[in-house]
């Protein structure tokens, strides 16, 4: 067996009889590495056999075997039809013989020579044209059990389909072989050691893997099982003595379709001298939640447990084609749903369009592919009476589109659901196929469940799109771009109840360098939380607008919610950062203190010093803290859903969220918060994240400030020092621009409002900015008309006329009005460290 390199796939190839040499004494083999005989393990055997009728000579003749030498179980080559072996007497009553040890002694000729193994024999053929019979020698002396008689039986029907086909008459290897690929039974041999594995063609077909694409690893395989069942199979892959027996387990694979596939796995260890594994050997087929037999009820109690786990209308297609392949055996599925008078196709199997008629091939084509015209023509009455339609092979089809779909056989089922009919399913077999009563119970059975299920499938996907839409509407379409910085948020819902929440998330751009974070959790993920959680986000979007420090826009929000009588209440953490400064003022109200990853790697919890939930006492104190950041730096701010659940206490939450803080890569902030969010799937409460990684700004803006006297002459003043922090500045160009908004602006302040007034002058690269704050909070509003006669009014429109942008914010205390202003040609120069700072002003 080969351990290095790429492992191709193996397929069985069984030997005739005369290559095995005979050994009477040895014991049942150990199985090898060839798949014929890990196979064998499938069904507890270490001997098949196939005997064909010779009616010439009334004898059957030994044609093929896989495993041990048949002599070395004392098997004849040629037992006599007349005689009294149990081949003959099978044969002869056209009846399979299970026969443990004891009942072999009941058998003089034929049986194996040995008292710890058992025997079934099992007749190839019909009554009425009889083939010979299939022998496995089992390794227990007790017989075998239901679940392998089963597969035995099975077995046995796919030898004698090869025979009626006359596959195997021209040589003797080629009936074993085929008929276990034809059962979809797979076979693998594992060197636990170095994780080498070798898989023949079916067992990756099972698993969906490309036979040219396997690499021969263990962890190839690993890697499309579901991660809930990676327990059991990492008991395979490195066993212990207490697994050295034989083993049996179910395990689910995601194919590359995106359906879980129940498999089964049955094995047995090979152990070297020492005791210690060199190999696992066994076998993979197809299996299912529920252990499907040939009962009606157990297929139905299948498929009534899938069906109602089913979320959309594909995963209900995805069951019925399911139930259809592999328990009747068809080769193609095609499930249509009404939609006024079309037939819309949701799911076709196979996917390939060459494995259906031309009229279909146009369903890989279209956007929303409907069934074949002439095709919903022939099947106008089975909509109209919704009643089963049955064709058995060779039927002769008008419609070509039928007649492609199902050779040996075509079911039509319509889909029934609350009096009327919700869609079509059509189930077709290439080789001829009989429908049995029981099969036809199964049918009718499987289309109602199937119609109900895709009724309530819709039903979720419009309650999902309702969610999401108001979830949509709810937080932020997108976030601000951030100077010296870069924003990402995430939200996902909860996985039961309503997918809607109460979490949210919001960034808030409050100057040119201000920008504050929010997040928060309202209790509970239902329509009532995400209502409150809309209205506490837009009311501390409007508190921080205003221009309040952060603990004033909390304690805000707090008396808000309050004064709602809810019975729900929220946690929130706020965040102002100073893009220019490099300061965060945290604010944190019974919520999860925020994470950061410095720019070495490391991470720590932030120790924000909190209140208590909103909602919950009107009077709370929200003390702020304040901390430092590095360019660098990646902020993270998480809601509980993200660190906690039933069996994640939070500090192992938080650990785990800093260590995958700690080892994204912050260069791409949008997959850092994929990285955070980790496993989509099954989630207890619904989650919301946001990042900031700080980069610091390129250029930081100069500023002067002045603090303007209620004189007779303050605009005076206020012009001149803006004169002398432009002739500092070096911008001089533009001077009579920013002079002349200076006067208009100052002088406004001065005879509208009451309070202190303050003057500050920003250069930013090519622009100056000037903004004059005053006490009042209404904002100034421009004449709708000035004629000449009016004696004010024009001042506005000439700040209007001379900025490159103007307008007016809110800050703390009353607004601030401001204006932009490009300068000219700014010619290169050094500007001196720090403003001067006349005498009764401040800068």
Same mark, same amino acid.
């Given at each position: 067996m080969p351990h290095d390199g790429r492992t191709g796939s193996r397929v069985w190839e069984p030997s005739a009889p005369e290559t095995r040499p005979a050994d009477p004494g040895a014991p049942p083999p150990t199985p090898g590495s060839t798949a014929s005989e890990r196979a064998l393990t499938f069904a507890g055997a270490a001997l098949a056999a196939v005997y064909l009728l010779d009616r010439q000579s009334a004898e059957l003749r030994l044609a093929e075997t896989a495993g041990c030498a048949p002599s070395a179980y004392g098997l004849p080559e040629r037992p006599a039809l007349s005689g009294g072996s149990p081949m003959a007497h099978a044969l002869r009553t056209n009846r399979a013989r299970w026969l443990n040890s004891a009942a072999l002694g009941a058998y003089g000729e034929g049986a194996p020579a040995r008292a710890d193994v058992s025997l079934a024999v099992l007749p190839l053929g019909t009554e009425s044209a009889r083939l010979g019979c299939l022998v496995v020698v089992g390794t227990d002396a007790q017989g075998f059990e239901a679940e392998r008689r089963r597969f035995l039986e099975r077995y046995a029907d796919a030898v004698t389909g090869l025979l009626h086909t006359g596959a195997g008459r021209p040589g003797p290897s080629s009936l074993l072989g085929p008929a276990l690929r034809n059962l979809g039974v797979g076979s693998f041999a594992l060197v636990p050691d170095i994780g080498q594995v070798e898989a023949d063609e079916t067992l990756l077909e099972l698993v969906g893997i490309e036979p040219d694409t396997f690499d021969g690893k263990a962890e190839t395989l690993l890697a499309h099982a579901l991660p809930e069942d990676m327990h059991a199979l990492m008991s395979v892959l490195e066993p212990s003595t207490q697994t050295f027996g034989r083993r049996e387990l179910d395990f689910r694979v995601r194919c590359p379709t995106g359906e879980t596939r129940w498999l089964s796995l049955w094995c047995h260890v090979v152990t070297r001298a020492d005791d210690l594994p060199e190999q696992v050997l066994g076998v993979v087929t197809a299996a299912s939640v529920l252990r499907r037999g040939a009962d009606d009820v157990s297929r139905i109690q299948w498929l009534t447990a899938e069906l109602d786990e089913a979320a959309t209308a594909r995963d209900v297609g995805r069951i019925v084609v399911t139930a259809l392949r592999d328990q009747l055996g068809a080769d193609r599925v095609a499930l249509a749903e009404t939609q006024g008078d079309r037939l819309t196709v949701g799911v076709l199997h196979p996917p390939e369009p060459a494995a259906w008629p031309e009229a279909?091939?146009?369903?890989?084509?279209?956007?929303?592919?409907? %069934?074949? +015209?002439? !095709?919903?023509? =022939?099947?106008?009455?089975?909509?109209?009476?919704?009643?089963?339609? $049955?064709? @058995?092979? *060779?039927?002769?089809?008008?419609?070509?589109?039928?007649?492609?779909?199902?050779?040996?056989?075509?079911?039509?089922?319509?889909?029934?659901?609350?009096?009327?009919?919700?869609?079509?399913?059509?189930?077709?077999?290439?080789?001829?196929?009989?429908?049995?009563?029981?099969?036809?119970?199964?049918?009718?059975?499987?289309?109602?469940?199937?119609?109900?299920?895709? %009724?309530? +499938?819709? !039903?979720?996907? =419009?309650?999902?799109?309702?969610?999401?839409?108001?979830?949509?509407? $709810?937080? @932020?379409? *997108?976030?601000?771009?951030?100077?010296?910085?870069?924003?990402?948020a995430r939200y996902l819902p909860a996985r039961r109840g309503l997918q809607v929440g109460g979490d949210w998330y919001d960034v808030i751009a409050l100057t040119e360098e201000r920008v504050a974070l929010v997040i928060g959790d309202v209790q509970g993920h239902s329509a009532a939380a995400a209502t409150i959680m809309g209205q506490m986000r837009t009311a501390v979007r409007a508190y921080a607008v205003e221009g309040h420090p952060p603990d004033v826009v909390i304690s805000h929000a707090n008396r808000l919610l309050v004064g709602m009588e809810t019975d729900l209440f929220a946690t929130c953490c706020y965040a102002e950062v100073d893009m220019e400064e490099g300061t965060i003022l945290f604010v944190r109200a019974g919520h999860l203190s925020p994470l950061v990853r410095h720019p070495d790697g490391s991470t720590e919890e932030v120790q924000v010093e909190g209140g208590p939930p909103l909602g919950v006492l009107a009077e709370a104190d929200f003390p702020m803290t304040s901390v430092a950041l590095a360019p660098g730096t990646v902020l993270a701010l998480v809601t509980d859903g993200l660190v906690e659940a039933s069996d994640l206490p939070m500090d192992d939450g938080m650990h785990r969220t800093r260590t995958a803080l700690a080892a994204a890569e912050p260069a791409d902030p949008g997959g850092m918060a994929d990285a955070l969010l980790g496993d989509h799937g099954r989630r207890e409460d619904d989650v919301a994240l946001l990042l900031l990684r700080y980069d610091g700004m390129k250029t930081r803006p100069i500023k002067a400030g002045w603090a303007v006297w209620r004189l007779p002459d303050a605009v005076m003043h206020a012009r001149r020092f803006t004169a002398r922090t432009l002739r500092r500045w070096k911008v001089e160009d533009a001077a009579d621009a920013v002079l002349l908004v200076v006067s208009e602006l100052v002088t406004n302040a001065l005879v509208h409002t009451q309070g202190p007034v303050r003057v500050d002058l920003v250069l930013r690269g090519d622009r100056v900015r000037v903004c004059v704050s005053d006490s009042s909070p209404r904002a100034p509003a421009k004449p709708v008309i000035v004629d000449w006669e009016s004696t004010g009014g024009r001042g506005l429109l000439l700040v209007e006329a001379m900025s490159d942008s103007f307008g007016s914010v809110p800050v703390a205390g009353g607004k601030q009005v401001w204006s932009e202003i490009v300068v000219p040609r700014r010619r290169p120069a050094q500007v001196d460290p720090a403003p001067l700072t006349p005498a009764g002003g401040s800068s």
């Open positions: 279909w091939r146009s369903a890989w084509r279209a956007e929303r592919p409907g %069934v074949p +015209a002439g !095709v919903l023509s =022939a099947l106008r009455a089975t909509l109209r009476d919704g009643r089963m339609e $049955l064709w @058995p092979a *060779r039927t002769a089809f008008e419609e070509s589109g039928l007649a492609g779909v199902g050779t040996g056989g075509l079911a039509v089922l319509p889909l029934p659901a609350k009096g009327r009919v919700v869609g079509l399913c059509l189930a077709g077999w290439d080789q001829p196929h009989e429908f049995v009563p029981e099969e036809r119970s199964f049918l009718t059975a499987a289309a109602a469940l199937a119609g109900q299920a895709l %009724v309530r +499938a819709h !039903v979720h996907d =419009a309650e999902e799109e309702l969610a999401t839409m108001l979830q949509r509407s $709810l937080l @932020p379409r *997108r976030l601000p771009d951030l100077p010296g910085g870069t924003a990402v």
